[in-house]
């Protein structure tokens, strides 16, 4: 029997409190307020070399006052397997 990924559709409310409580504090702790904040996209097909730029902006910015890194994934498969499964 197929899994219906309708069951587990959040709705508004839920994703924003879901945001608010558990991925912003966890994600967003060790930010620094900035006067003129900064925020570089780093895209690219596999293998040109994304994760190394993204690490050397990242220590880079590092050393200005810091750098979040929002999403990171070179696992891409995996999670359109999720999506249209």
């Known amino acids: 029997m197929p899994i219906d990924p309708?069951?587990?559709l959040l709705t508004e409310e839920q994703s924003q409190r879901i945001f608010?409580?558990?991925?912003a504090p966890?994600?967003?702790a060790h930010g620094v307020?900035?006067?003129?904040p900064v925020v570089v996209f780093v895209a690219?097909?596999?293998g040109a070399g994304k994760t190394m730029t993204t690490e050397s902006v990242k220590?880079?910015?590092d050393q200005r006052g810091?750098?979040?890194?929002?999403n990171s994934t070179t696992?891409?498969?995996s999670l359109l397997r999720v999506q249209w499964s």
């Open 59 to 61: 220590r880079e910015l």
């Open 44 to 46: 690219g097909q596999p």
């Open 75 to 77: 696992d891409n498969r």
């Open 6 to 8: 309708r069951r587990y």
């Open 26 to 28: 966890e994600e967003l």
């Open 33 to 36: 307020s900035q006067e003129q």
């Open 66 to 70: 810091g750098a979040i890194v929002v």
């Open 20 to 23: 608010r409580e558990e991925i």
